[in-house]
């Protein structure tokens, strides 16, 4: 009909000229914006997956310190021995978190080597968070000479690169001391023979090694790693 307004030209044509989706071009050019993107945007992701984790070994060794202190409180202000292992089958899971806690009830249990305490390091699957204090040690479950513990003679601060071996509760300046190997278990930081007193073994920042540990002092003053 004369007049009439029409939309569209002829028959099946689109309004953009027939052209649909996109070029082989534009998609390898989209494709390399997302690549570049997410380079950018995967190691801040990394890193505060890392920080998350942190906090939890806080949070968890602070509910852990509570725990040493309620088992203290109900020995008569003793504290559980100090095991350390030379077999092979055990050896890595020296400082192992102590086994009466959990068969006293004060942490839950595990039935795996190593861990009958189930606190688990989440920055070292399969083992426990490690614990030491001066004083009573066994030695595979046999009792032993007392445990020397290292501390810097400006405990807390860990400054200092002087120091001395305590294996007395009486006279150490540190009544116990647990850690986390940190994000890198492996790492010089973690594995120092200072570790886990001298702050230059402590974890700092997101892609570092070190330890991250909570202390107390003898008068019962708990101290935490950055």
Not at 134 to 163: C, E, I, K, Q
Not at 214 to 225: E, H, I, N, S, V
Request: with cysteine; aromatic share 10%; proline share 10%.
């Amino acid at each position: 009909m004369r007049g009439q307004f029409s939309i569209g030209g002829s028959r099946g044509r689109q309004p953009w000229g027939g052209r649909c989706g996109f070029t082989l071009v534009e998609l390898l050019v989209v494709i390399a914006i997302v690549a570049v993107l997410a380079s950018l945007l995967l190691p801040s992701l990394s890193r505060a997956k890392e920080k998350a984790r942190v906090t939890r070994v806080h949070g968890e060794l602070y509910g852990v310190g509570l725990a040493l202190e309620m088992y203290s409180q109900d020995h008569e202000g003793r504290l559980p021995p100090v095991r350390v292992n030379c077999n092979s089958d055990l050896a890595m899971h020296y400082c192992q978190f102590p086994v009466e806690l959990a068969e006293q009830g004060y942490l839950p249990r595990g039935n795996q080597p190593g861990m009958a305490a189930y606190m688990e390091d989440p920055f070292n699957p399969g083992h426990t968070y490690k614990y030491a204090a001066p004083g009573p040690s066994l030695m595979n479950d046999t009792p032993d000479v007392d445990y020397r513990l290292w501390a810097p003679d400006d405990f807390p601060h860990g400054l200092s690169a002087t120091g001395r071996y305590y294996s007395s509760p009486a006279n150490s300046p540190v009544r116990w001391v647990i850690w986390s190997l940190g994000p890198r278990p492996d790492s010089p930081k973690s594995r120092d023979s200072r570790a886990p007193m001298a702050a230059r073994t402590w974890y700092r920042k997101p892609g570092d090694g070190g330890v991250i540990a909570r202390m107390a002092a003898r008068d019962g003053t708990q101290y935490k790693t950055p």
